[in-house]
């Protein structure tokens, strides 16, 4: 289910799209979003995944950037943070090591067009991990960022 705020001018046409294209989204959810949307409890929940996320974020950057094993890059908004390793690639050896020991991060060269230039940079989620499991898990992939594993 989506929603999407048009101006007068491109409801009817929206509404005619959607018509057309799909007739699956049940009554009661869309009405229980719609509610959701106009009492601004969407709004609401927004601010306070916000600040979550922003927590979160911190304490991850935070743990990775005190080892000066890893450089963080990119928008500081969001559920996941690019990651560059500072010494060797981010897979093989170290990839495998990482999942064996329980930390799941994913080489950023799987996701682009061409690797080049993204071997040692890698994706680390944390959108569904609360704050100990992200210490935790930060704390550990510090370990193996010293294990000297290439």
């Given at each position: 289910i989506a929603w999407?705020?048009?101006?007068?001018?491109?409801?009817?046409?929206?509404?005619?799209?959607?018509?057309?294209?799909?007739?699956?989204?049940p009554p009661l959810l869309q009405g229980t979003l719609a509610m959701f949307l106009e009492q601004g409890w969407y709004d609401l929940h927004l601010r306070r995944m916000r600040s979550l996320y922003r927590k979160k974020r911190d304490l991850a950057v935070s743990i990775l950037s005190e080892s000066g094993l890893w450089r963080v890059e990119g928008d500081s908004a969001g559920i996941h943070l690019m990651v560059r390793r500072m010494a060797g690639e981010a897979d093989g050896p170290w990839l495998d090591h990482c999942h064996a020991t329980g930390?799941?991060?994913?080489?950023?060269?799987?996701?682009?067009?061409?690797?080049?230039?993204?071997?040692?940079?890698?994706?680390?989620?944390?959108?569904?991990?609360?704050l100990v499991e992200i210490?935790?898990?930060?704390?550990?992939?510090?370990?193996?960022?010293?294990?000297?594993?290439?």
């Open positions: 999407l705020h048009l101006p007068s001018r491109l409801t009817s046409l929206a509404r005619e799209m959607k018509w057309l294209s799909d007739l699956h989204n930390v799941r991060v994913y080489p950023l060269k799987l996701h682009r067009r061409t690797a080049k230039g993204y071997g040692n940079a890698f994706i680390l989620g944390f959108g569904h991990l609360g210490e935790r898990g930060c704390h550990l992939l510090n370990s193996l960022g010293q294990a000297g594993i290439p």
